[in-house]
Structures are given as C-alpha cells and as structure tokens.
T-cell receptor, first 115, second 109 residues
C-alpha cells in the first residue's frame, strides 16, 4: 500500500462550477477524514466516515459541500457552485479505529483554485 | 468547542540552539499527535502520544504529553536547517483530530 492517495492534485475551476475530489485511503483503515487548509492555518476538520457511515458532517462549511464513501473504501468530496472563498488545499486522511484511534495518515491534498 | 493553541506561531532560531514549542488544548484528551508540514506539501506524522507522561524522541526532536495540564511540548535540540518546517499538534477527541494553529520554524545557518 502506498498510502493515502488523492486525485486530482490541482484543480482550477471557474466560480459557479461544481468540483469533485477523490480520496483512496490506506486499504486496512476504516476511518476517513476530510480537512480544508488555507494558507497559514492548520487543517480544519470537515467530515469523517467510519466504513461507509458518515459520523459527523455538521462541520461541512455549507450545504454546497457534501461527501460520500459509498462502499467504505474510497471517498469523494463535492463542492457545488464554487466560490472564490473555497480556494484552499483539501486534505484527506485515514486511520484505523478499533475502539481507540491510531494516528491519521494524510494524502498529498488537492489544491483548489476558484477563478 | 475544543481549542488547540500553539506557541510560538513563528520561530526563528540559529543552528545549534535548543527551543521548545508548546501545545495547549482546552478539553480532556489523552491522545495527541505531532505533524510536520513542508511548504506546499501534506502532513507527515512525527509522534503519537497516547497517555499522560508519554515521551517520544526521534533524532533532534522530543515530544511529551501532560494530560493533566492539557499541554504537550515539542523540544528541538541543536537545531539544523533541515528542521525548518511548520509543526502542528493535533488532539484526538472522540475519534476526531483537531489541529493547532501551527508553529512555523525557520532554522538559520
């Protein structure tokens, strides 16, 4: 396993367009997290899954943001009607949770630029 | 809401010097993680601290956790240029990871 994989690495989109990012976690990890990071800030938690169940989504930034993990493996994060303020790095991480958590391993991120 | 604060936010230090980065958090947790991030890159796991009094060392970095004080430290010994990066602590609360504001470290030759 080569670690957490994210695609695409970079995305430039026009304001108002929809974008979708994909994350493939480490295969044996059951938890998957999405974070947003803006310049000079720490990662900001958005949502997470345990297997296919989305356990927390109240921190998604608006109803334009949604995430899925349909088969408990890869996940997608969609942003509808993008705005310039959505420009950021979107990070995915995975961990193994068996009553207690292990450390989270991060992917390389998807850098979104909304023009 | 959990708050995770790091200080200093920016640190410029000379090679060979020692320094400590502090991570304070506002609610009970006994699991804390330290990460390193290079510019434009993702986060690399450095240390996992899983109980009160835990101490981990790797090379010139040493991390410790005091859960009663809700404080973790990352100590740098005899800094070298390769340590220049941003360092984040992250608190595990209910299986979710909450990150600090980060400390941007620059080591000057």
């Amino acid at each position: 396993d080569t670690g957490v994989s994210q695609d695409p690495r970079h995305k430039i989109t026009k304001r108002g367009q929809n974008v979708t990012f994909r994350c493939d976690p480490i295969s044996e990890h059951n938890r998957l997290y999405w974070y947003r990071q803006t310049l000079g800030q720490g990662p900001e938690f958005l949502t997470y899954f345990q297997n296919e169940a989305q356990l927390e989504k109240s921190r998604l930034l608006s109803d334009r943001f949604s995430a899925e993990r349909p088969k408990g493996s890869f996940s997608t994060l969609e942003i509808q009607r993008t705005e310039q303020g959505d420009s950021a790095m979107y990070l995915c991480a995975s961990s193994s949770y068996q009553g207690r958590n292990t450390e989270a391993f991060f992917g390389q991120g998807t850098r979104l630029t909304v023009v | 809401e959990l708050k995770v604060e790091q200080n200093p936010l920016f640190l410029s230090m000379q090679e060979g010097k020692n320094y400590t980065i502090y991570c304070n958090y506002s609610t009970t947790s006994d699991r804390l993680y330290w990460y390193r991030q290079d510019p434009g890159k993702s986060l690399e796991s450095l240390f996992v601290l899983l109980s009160n009094g835990a101490v981990k060392q790797e090379g010139r970095l040493m991390a410790s956790l005091d859960t009663k004080a809700r404080l973790s430290t990352l100590h740098i010994t005899a800094a070298v240029h390769d340590l220049s990066a941003t360092y984040f602590c992250a608190v595990d609360l209910g299986g979710q990871f909450y990150f600090g504001t980060g400390t941007s470290l620059t080591v000057i030759p």
